[in-house]
């Protein structure tokens, strides 16, 4: 298993401005991604970060607005950019290995509200 | 793209009693992964269950199994002797087997089964 520190829990934020929140993995893995999980709903992928290379987004989310980064195999960091109301939900951080049959592990997720 | 619905935002049982929470997909592979995820109030998803496609047999673990109908895209959860503890959202997941660099655990995921136990 791989244990993974998301920081900050939470934050409340003014608009317009940005937040850069950051995952710590205990291990080394090959794939790191990020969800989003609008107020009561479900989670979906923002994008796919891989050491060394451009993050793969989803569609619907652009980089400019949700800059990743991924410097080296235990650690990455998602920015949420000029922001508004719309932004505010949990973000979460989750890995895997694409040799991996077992599940994704996944942060604490970051509780961001913007006012 | 693989889609995941589950069809129950909300769902209540007594503690003691047993409940199924039902998830439904689909998808074109013949080879994948299901598994349901607990989400508390502190937001931490927790695997409760995995079930591999490809093995016929229902996955158990402990108070919680699963009935996988491969045929029928169908994954339901069945929660026994229900604790105050259990209650929580309840996702059901997707995940494609590994291929090259691009899947990974990507997992899609159903809308979310909300599940209240009273005592």
């Known amino acids: 298993s791989a244990v993974i520190s998301q920081k900050p829990s939470r934050d409340i934020c003014q608009r317009g401005t940005s937040l850069t929140i950051q995952c710590q993995v205990d291990?080394?893995?090959?794939?790191m991604f990020w969800y989003r999980q609008q107020p009561g709903q479900s989670l979906t992928l923002i994008a796919t970060?891989?050491?060394?290379?451009?993050?793969?987004?989803e569609s619907g989310f652009v980089i400019d607005k949700f800059p990743i980064s991924r410097p080296n195999l235990t650690f990455s960091t998602l920015t949420v950019s000029n922001m508004s109301p719309e932004d505010s939900s949990i973000y979460l951080c989750?890995?895997?290995?694409?040799?991996?049959?077992?599940?994704?592990?996944f942060g604490q997720g970051t509780r961001l509200t913007v006012v | 793209a693989q889609t995941v619905t589950q069809s129950q935002p909300e769902m209540s049982v007594q503690e003691a009693e047993t409940v199924t929470l039902s998830c439904t997909y689909d998808t074109s592979e013949s080879d994948y992964y299901l598994f349901w995820y607990k989400q508390p109030p502190s937001r931490q998803m927790i695997l409760v269950i995995r079930?591999?496609?490809?093995?016929?047999q229902n996955a158990t673990e402990n108070r919680f199994s699963v009935n996988f109908q491969k045929a029928a895209k169908s994954f339901s959860l069945k929660i026994s002797d229900s604790q105050l503890g259990d209650a929580a959202m309840y996702f059901c997941?997707?995940?494609?087997?590994?291929?090259?660099?691009?899947?990974?655990?990507?997992?899609?995921f159903g809308e979310g089964t909300q599940l209240t136990v009273n005592p």
């Open positions: 997941a997707y995940r494609s087997p590994p291929n090259g660099e691009t899947s990974g655990s990507r997992l899609t």
């Open positions: 970060a891989n050491q060394g290379s451009e993050a793969t987004y």
């Open positions: 291990s080394q893995v090959t794939m």
């Open positions: 079930q591999e496609a490809y093995k016929q």
């Open positions: 989750s890995v895997g290995d694409r040799l991996s049959v077992t599940e994704a592990f």
